[in-house]
């Protein structure tokens, strides 16, 4: 299964090897917004910028926006006020600024260039005119080696104020594309560039395979003007008014879900039967409302062994919703304790018999994990995340041993699922549900009955390198 197949076709079919670049621009390219826009808040916000260097900051880029400043001066008036401060400062600050913002942020169709490429074999990397502070941290999240933007000058760990010369910005981003095709034998005629603006120009005419990704208007022109193939990428940045209704839709989804869980529980006399009906159908109405498409491989072993704790990979806070959809009915979940607190769902999920934990008190954690034994005694599969917590990113997390320890001490299997893509609809952080294209790859069941205490570090490890063969397939 691939989601962004279409997207990709073009590179797939392309030359292969190192000697092929693939070039991407950070803003409004790989990052729906400005980096710089979001390191200037989180530093006024906690206190670490001075009215004076905010004023001095915008009459800077006032100047530079009128065009009365080159870059090369915008970037020496921005980055005076860093004279005398470590550069480690900008460092935690930079991954502090990508983990609480900037991560959810990276558009999941530019994820898929950048992974297309890297299968391709080619030679990739980040060219901005922005600093490494802000460009790094999305370069090791997206595995892209080669990091060209505009240094600030250093002097035993501490900024001078000035900045390095040539800055990556027109002009020098095609110098220094040229100087590392130069030192790894690329042939820029066989090379893409991807960006947003058309003050990078220079480079987009230096390669032979431009490629202009949410362009602005000037781009956009000159892009129809010479025929190059213009994509525009809607899945992150500011909401539209069909993501925000159908995001209110997979709320209010619930109420006719309740009804028919109402209507079934009485009928049948069951409060079991009531929880499969609201379960089944609000998986399913709301899935569709929120505009995803959930494919499904290895469908077969959702129903082979029940019960069976089934363990996913927790990329989004839509993750829960997508096990209902998969599991249907017979089930219960864990969940961290701040969820039984929550208006709509902490009843609900309370109701169904969800187990609530408190991830910081470890103890406690584990005693609290006894319900879950007994459910799945009684003949109720488990849905858990061992990563405990949702990922910024794709990446995939370390595992910890509650949802195996429950199975062992249950005696049933673990059915691992891997959502490829789940992040594409809710990232961390995110409020909106936007629509995507979901890929859940289901596992065969792996018994537990002979496992021991002593091999289940080795038994984890070998359910996550499952995870990680899926995920990178």
Request: aromatic share 8%.
């Amino acid at each position: 299964m691939a989601v962004h197949e279409r997207l990709t076709r073009e590179i797939r079919r392309g030359p292969k090897g190192p000697k092929v670049g693939a070039f991407f621009d950070l803003d409004q390219t790989l990052l729906a917004g400005f980096s710089a826009s979001a390191f200037i808040q989180r530093r006024l916000l906690s206190g670490r910028m001075s009215p004076r260097e905010l004023v001095e900051s915008g009459l800077g880029a006032l100047s530079f926006g009128l065009g009365r400043t080159g870059f090369s001066g915008f970037m020496a008036t921005f980055t005076a006020a860093y004279r005398g401060m470590a550069e480690s400062v900008l460092e935690e600050l930079g991954e502090e600024v990508f983990e609480r913002q900037l991560a959810a942020q990276i558009y999941p169709e530019s994820r898929a260039l950048v992974r297309a490429h890297q299968e391709m074999g080619h030679t990739l990397a980040v060219v901005s005119s922005a600093t490494p502070y802000q460009v790094a941290p999305f370069a090791r999240d997206l595995d892209i080696p080669h990091v060209l933007c505009t240094r600030l000058e250093v002097e035993n760990g501490i900024f001078t104020g000035g900045v390095e010369h040539p800055t990556c910005y027109g002009e020098g981003k095609a110098i220094a594309v040229c100087e590392l095709a130069a030192g790894h034998d690329l042939n820029l005629d066989e090379s893409y560039f991807y960006s947003d603006s058309h003050e990078d120009l220079p480079l987009l005419d230096e390669v032979g395979r431009p490629r202009p990704l949410n362009p602005n208007r000037r781009l956009a022109q000159i892009a129809k003007e010479r025929g190059w193939p213009v994509r525009r990428f809607r899945s992150r940045g500011t909401p539209s008014a069909g993501d925000l209704a159908r995001t209110g839709l997979v709320y209010a989804s619930l109420l006719p879900s309740l009804w028919a869980g109402v209507a079934a529980g009485i009928v049948n006399r069951s409060r079991r039967e009531a929880i499969n009906m609201v379960a089944s159908v609000w998986g399913d109405l709301a899935t569709s409302l929120a505009g995803i498409d959930v494919r499904v491989e290895g469908e077969e072993h959702l129903w082979s062994q029940r019960p069976a704790v089934f363990t996913f990979n927790h990329q989004s806070g839509i993750d829960a919703l997508l096990m209902i959809k998969l599991l249907r009915r017979d089930m219960t979940g864990v969940g961290k304790q701040d969820l039984r607190w929550n208006p709509v769902f902490g009843p609900l999920f309370a109701a169904a018999g969800v187990v609530f934990i408190d991830r910081a008190d470890t103890a406690r954690a584990i005693e609290a994990l006894a319900p879950a034994v007994e459910a799945l005694r009684q003949g109720r599969s488990l849905a858990i995340a061992p990563e405990g917590t949702r990922s910024l990113t794709p990446r995939l997390g370390r595992f910890k041993k509650g949802a195996f320890h429950i199975a062992m001490q249950a005696g049933v299997p673990i059915v691992p699922v891997v959502f490829r893509n789940a992040l594409d609809a809710l990232p961390k952080h995110g409020v909106v549900v936007r629509p995507a294209t979901i890929e859940a790859v289901v596992l065969p069941p792996v018994e537990t009955r002979d496992w021991v205490r002593e091999n289940l570090d080795a038994e984890i490890e070998a359910i996550r390198q499952r995870y990680l063969q899926v995920l990178e397939g």
